[in-house]
């Protein structure tokens, strides 16, 4: 069978987007099948550097475009999104033609991996699947009620773009197209229109990568509790959450002295430091820059516990990776991290509590799992639970 991609993110060695391009790409073409990518031709000289230093698969082709430099203004102008917009339906433009020399028996649309964002190639006449798609997780307005102005209508304004899904006309037509449909949450399917969501199912668009971690060590005798989170700073991706969670910690007469390591960049990195003094827990907090994977993965042997509260991912790659190593996990019951964890690798908190009510949860999760006779227990189920989570089970799902 011929297949095309369409993946606008879609690069090596990267993480988010361009990983869940780049994992669907080669683990669809271990499948046996032709794989074509249409991708952004601005990804060729990182995949071409990267296939002269490992074997490209025979099956594999790459269709690579942009939109003329002259159109660049778009996306300094009007954002990344309007771009993406007219870049697929160049991108269909572009696999039309390649259609009518190949044939192609199925095209997917793999990234961007959002609900708000339409595709044509639902028009070549072929079977369409549509996602896996998430972002159609929005947070509790309570949780996101204090957050500074800034990211408070920023949020606000992706509740809008959410529900303006269900009305898009574009999106009517990418779904009327599909074949198939295929959301990351119940959340992002309630976004469909019921016309069409008897072409939805539910999956996950990432899955475990690091499946060759080792297994955390577990030492005895602990002197101290060691936290962990990844993450932008962002106010959604809730890393206000885990610190807030430290006082809660330093109530509690069963912990003991505990730590939290906040690796990550972003524009709130300042605010969430002015928090931490505020709060008088600046000195328990480490703050990491972004670090390359093999690093990650020394952080990931050495904690005790990942703590993600964020409000809407609708993935959590982090998390994944973190189970894989054998980290147990405390996150909110929303979007993918809500799916990926199970109460045998950490624990899920109630995000309709309120946001002190969250944090004393997320604090009372961390001492659920680090008590000594449930601690071997979780590490042993965050392996066992990640390994459930492969690239090679969901491609072939949706094949």
């Known amino acids: 069978m011929k ?58 082709h790459f269709i690579y475009y942009d939109l003329p430099s002259k159109l660049m203004f778009i996306k300094k102008m009007f954002g990344i ?14 696999a039309r033609r390649i259609h009518k020399k190949v044939s192609f028996d199925q095209v997917h649309h793999v990234t961007f991996a959002t609900i708000r964002q339409p595709s044509f190639m639902g028009l070549l006449g072929i079977p369409f699947i549509y996602g896996p798609v998430g972002g159609g997780e929005s947070p509790p307005y309570h949780l996101i009620k204090n957050f500074p102005w800034q990211p408070k ?40 229109a019921k016309f069409y969501r008897k072409k939805v199912d539910i999956k996950l668009a990432i899955a475990q990568t690091n499946v060759n971690l080792n297994e955390k060590k577990i030492t005895k005798g602990r002197t101290q509790v060691k936290l962990l989170f990844i993450g932008r700073y962002e ?53 990491q820059p972004w670090m390359k994977q093999s ?67 997320i604090a009372k999760g961390v001492l659920t799992i680090i008590d000594s006779n449930n601690y071997v227990n979780y590490c042993k189920n965050a392996k066992i639970r990640a390994n459930t989570f492969t690239w090679e089970d969901l491609v072939k799902g949706l094949l």
């Not at 999104?81 to 572009?94: M, N, R, S």
């Not at 952080?299 to 516990?305: A, E, K, L």
């Open 295 to 361: 690093e990650l993965e020394h952080h990931y042997s050495t904690h005790d516990v990942f703590v993600f509260p964020s409000l809407h991912d609708s993935g959590g790659m982090v998390v994944l990776e973190s189970l894989a190593a054998s980290l147990p996990v405390v996150c909110l019951d929303l979007g993918g991290p809500a799916t990926i964890v199970d109460e045998s690798s950490g624990v899920i908190v109630n995000s309709q509590l309120s946001e002190s009510e969250v944090c004393k949860s």
């Open 81 to 94: 999104y309007l771009y993406y917009l007219f870049w697929q339906l160049g991108a269909f433009i572009a």
């Open 153 to 192: 209508r920023k949020e606000l304004m992706r509740i809008f773009a959410n529900l303006w899904v269900k009305f898009d006309p574009l999106m009517h037509f990418t779904f009327y197209t599909a074949k198939k449909i295929v959301v990351t949450s119940a959340q992002t399917k309630n976004l469909v």
């Open 3 to 60: 297949i095309l991609l369409s993946a606008y993110a879609c690069e090596p060695n990267k993480g988010s987007e361009p990983s869940v391009g780049w994992n669907w790409l080669l683990n669809s073409a271990e499948t046996n099948n032709e794989v074509w990518v249409v991708t952004r031709k601005n990804n060729q000289s990182v995949i071409e550097k990267y296939f002269r230093e490992n074997i490209q698969s025979e099956n594999t």
């Open 235 to 287: 106010y959604w991706k809730g890393a206000h959450l885990c610190i807030k969670t430290l006082v809660e910690l330093n109530k509690s007469k069963d912990c003991l002295p505990v730590s939290l390591t906040l690796i990550g960049e972003g524009p709130f990195k300042k605010s969430l430091q002015s928090l931490a003094c505020k709060l008088g827990v600046d000195s328990q907090i480490d703050w």
